[in-house]
């Protein structure tokens, strides 16, 4: 492994170097490219070029490639390069055959015919994705071609895809888009979408603006199915292209398309997604999800600066004030702990690991935040946020190392070989076994979304060969300071807990803690889940920045109130109890992931379902880590805080 791991070196600084300096000239979003009728080299192009990506369903977790189906190829045509996102999300973009030329406007163009045979494994598959209601999603200039229809209380919603077709049960029910049309009526039979009118539209570029020709500022079509009878006698207004359940024989399918150019003086490229996010439903339930969440950080809030400004504040006073050895001996309340508050707790080497692990999420998490809150990693600029993070959680391996190895110094801990190793691949480990079970899934699957063997082997070479070498940095530095000193010197002998009420017991004390973090986020977890999920944009990266904040200091605060209730009652326990105590809002989480299962989609198939809930196991442990690391460290100061203001004998 270290040989290789040389070998690969160079490459993956390379990969690491490069990387900034080409977001740092794209970024946000990617160059606008200029049209024009006639191609001025190096100024203006006039071959508009449609690329395909994968097909995907809200009914499967399985995407699949374009060809996968059959459908016309471009045939030789080079496939645009995608970064280490893209591949993780399953993204696979390729040439189509629809090339158009700028402001000539074609219709019906015949594109080509596919045959199949009845019982044909391809044809089976086509209808299979029709049944499932798979969706294409076709690319334009970087933007995805939209089918806009409307919905309820006269709205329209712009969907950036478009089924392969519809079927109409044996009953005669249609499904999906077959309600679309009353032409689509024949009783088990399947029809395709082998026609689509595109419209694209441009704004012209002002000279002021340093450029020449127009711009695209939107591309639109809409489906249709229609049965042609030759390649030379084609017809986009006949009846539509049926595909019968029970036809026996061959099947020829031809696909067409006729597209038109519209001038929008009104659009710019710089606002032409614009048309996509705000057709979108529920954005205003953000603000009620905002709302929701300040209220709880405000009540939180209240609870938090009385306890310190009040109570703690008086008992401070009145433990500072007893000078005989009469008061000292009643002592009551947290002060009483003082002696055992800074024990080092049982499996203290466990929950440095997790600390380390939490501490390389969190920061990872913050900084690619920050990024799309700044425009960077907008949708349009495609697997840019995944890149970001996994390139951000290589690199963090230092800090992990550091923060693993000072805790379990601290907690008298000797066996440091194992500390840095177990940091460096316990939680890496877990997440990384169940991520390639899930792979072993998809390639059996022959899904799109599979990852090739080339990039899983970059990943652990990533892993490896830069992670775990900064995680080992990160230990030497920690292990080398002097342990954490403590306001308050540990008696030697364990003081006994008194008998705890019901609230105070750590099981019910972890699972109330648990409650208020999770109101902060369930409503913004909807739209993650529906982004991820239901394949819906997710573009709003300042609310859930915001949100991210907030469920910080939720669960600080959170965490800290309920260590000041068990200090009080002489429970000294308090490292595990406050990891968990936040940590447990991963738990309502995976509850929260398993009713949105089963409530919100329509996912069928045991591959679908065992997919969804491995990917479900990894973001709750990540999510776990995360939130637990937030509640030790806040528990941490506090108690350090109030301890260090004390006078103790």
Request: aromatic residues 16%.
């Amino acid at each position: 492994m270290g040989a290789l791991c040389i070998k690969l070196l160079p490459r993956l600084f390379l990969l690491m170097v490069t990387l900034p300096v080409n977001l740092s000239f794209y970024l946000p979003g990617l160059a606008p490219v200029s049209f024009c009728e006639e191609e001025k080299e190096g100024i203006c192009e006039n071959k508009i070029q449609l690329y395909v990506n994968r097909l995907d369903s809200v009914e499967s977790v399985l995407p699949y490639e374009y060809n996968a189906f059959g459908f016309c190829s471009a045939g030789g045509k080079k496939r645009p390069s995608e970064n280490l996102g893209q591949v993780l999300f399953g993204e696979r973009i390729e040439p189509s055959p629809y090339v158009f030329n700028f402001k000539k406007n074609e219709d019906c163009k015949y594109v080509c015919t596919v045959k199949y045979n009845s019982g044909d494994q391809k044809l089976d598959f086509l209808k299979k994705a029709m049944l499932l209601n798979y969706q294409h999603h076709w690319i334009i200039d970087n933007m995805p071609v939209t089918w806009c229809y409307d919905v309820e209380e006269s709205l329209k919603f712009c969907n950036p895809g478009f089924p392969i077709g519809c079927y109409v049960t044996e009953q005669g029910h249609p499904k999906d888009a077959c309600v679309i049309s009353s032409d689509f009526h024949e009783k088990d039979t399947f029809y395709i979408f082998n026609h689509v009118d595109i419209t694209i539209s441009y704004h012209v570029v002002d000279k002021s603006e340093g450029a020449e020709g127009a711009r695209l500022v939107s591309a639109k079509l809409e489906p249709k199915s229609v049965k042609h009878a030759k390649p030379d006698q084609l017809d986009c207004s006949g009846t539509p292209m049926e595909i019968s359940n029970k036809h026996q024989g061959e099947v020829a399918i031809i696909y067409t398309y006729s597209v038109k150019f519209r001038e929008e003086p009104a659009i710019r490229w710089a606002s032409r997604w614009d048309y996509i996010l705000e057709s979108m439903p529920h954005t205003n339930i953000q603000w009620f999800s905002i709302m929701n969440s300040l209220v709880i950080v405000l009540f939180l809030s209240g609870m938090v600066a009385m306890i310190m400004l009040r109570t703690l504040h008086k008992d401070i006073a009145r433990y500072n004030q007893m000078d005989s050895a009469e008061d000292a001996q009643e002592e009551f309340g947290w002060k009483l702990v003082h002696g055992d508050v800074f024990r080092p707790p049982r499996k203290g080497m466990l929950l440095s690991v997790f600390l380390g692990s939490g501490t390389q999420i969190f920061i990872m998490t913050f900084v690619t935040l920050f990024f799309a809150c700044l425009g960077f990693l907008s949708p349009a600029n495609r697997g840019a946020l995944m890149t970001c993070a996994v390139v951000l959680w290589v690199l963090l391996g230092t800090p992990a190392g550091y923060i693993a190895a000072r805790f379990y110094k601290s907690f008298g801990g000797e066996k440091w070989k194992t500390n840095v190793l177990m940091t460096a691949f316990l939680c890496p480990g877990i997440v990384f076994a169940d991520f390639f079970v899930m792979n072993l899934i998809l390639w059996g699957e022959g899904s799109s979304a599979a990852i090739p063997f080339g990039t899983l082997v970059a990943i652990l070479a990533l892993w490896f060969c830069i992670s775990v070498p900064l995680t080992f940095i990160g230990a030497y530095f920690g292990f080398k300071k002097n342990a954490i000193e403590h306001p308050v010197r540990t008696n030697q002998i364990p003081r006994q807990i008194p008998e705890q009420s019901f609230y105070t017991k750590p099981i019910p004390g972890i699972i109330m803690g648990g409650i208020l973090p999770f109101g902060c986020i369930f409503i913004q977890l909807f739209f993650i889940l529906n982004s991820i999920w239901s394949h819906q944009m997710y573009y709003m990266f300042g609310f859930l920045f915001l949100v991210f904040i907030i469920l910080v200091i939720t669960c600080s605060e959170a965490t800290i109130l309920l260590c000041y209730f068990h200090l009080c009652a002489e429970d000294y326990h308090w490292q595990w109890r406050s990891f968990l105590t936040s940590g447990f809002t991963a738990i309502y989480f995976l509850v929260y992931a398993v009713h949105y299962f089963f409530s919100k989609l329509q996912i069928t198939g045991t591959a679908s379902t065992i997919l969804y809930f491995g990917y479900t196991m990894i973001m709750a442990l990540i999510f776990f880590l995360f939130t637990g690391t937030i509640g030790f460290f806040a528990c941490f100061w506090f108690v350090t805080k109030i301890y260090s203001v004390v006078k103790v004998d």
